[in-house]
């Protein structure tokens, strides 16, 4: 499914505990700026922020892929996170979100980048696949389905 420059077992987050969207959001920024030092937490946050404001990325059925357009790279960043407690994601369906796959991209987002959000977006609207991660037991072992799935 997935480069492995994109993600890897230290980009897997599985047993965040955490209490609202914002707070959830902040940890994804910090975590994705300490990644890359080239990035700024504050801008990944208010990125992410500013993409939520025009519509939830939560996707329904748990999902959701938070995404950002970000100067100063011309990389894409990703953190793929499971919580252990679902959390109220303004999802078009209403359900609460415990699969969350971050993204940044690069602020001149290219049809390549789409097309990875698209990718992505179909990937986890497989259904085995959800009950798989939300049964693995580590972050390798999320790793090697999220690698390994394929459409």
Do not use: Y
């Amino acid at each position: 499914m997935l480069d492995s420059d994109l993600l890897s077992p230290d980009r897997i987050l599985a047993g965040v505990r955490i209490n609202s969207k914002k707070r959830l959001l902040e940890l994804i920024s910090v975590t994705l700026a300490k990644k890359n030092k080239n990035l700024s937490s504050r801008e990944i946050f208010e990125s992410l922020c500013a993409r939520e404001h025009l519509g939830s990325t939560g996707l329904g059925g748990g999902v959701a892929i938070p995404h950002g357009r970000i100067g100063g790279t011309d990389h894409v960043e990703a953190l793929f996170l499971r919580l252990p407690k679902p959390l109220p994601f303004d999802a078009e369906d209403g359900q609460p979100v415990d699969l969350l796959f971050a993204l940044t991209v690069p602020k001149d987002c290219t049809e390549d980048h789409t097309k990875l959000l698209e990718n992505i977006a179909e990937r986890f609207s497989d259904q085995g696949l959800l009950e798989q991660i939300r049964g693995a037991s580590s972050a390798g072992e999320i790793w090697q389905l999220l690698s390994n799935s394929h459409s």
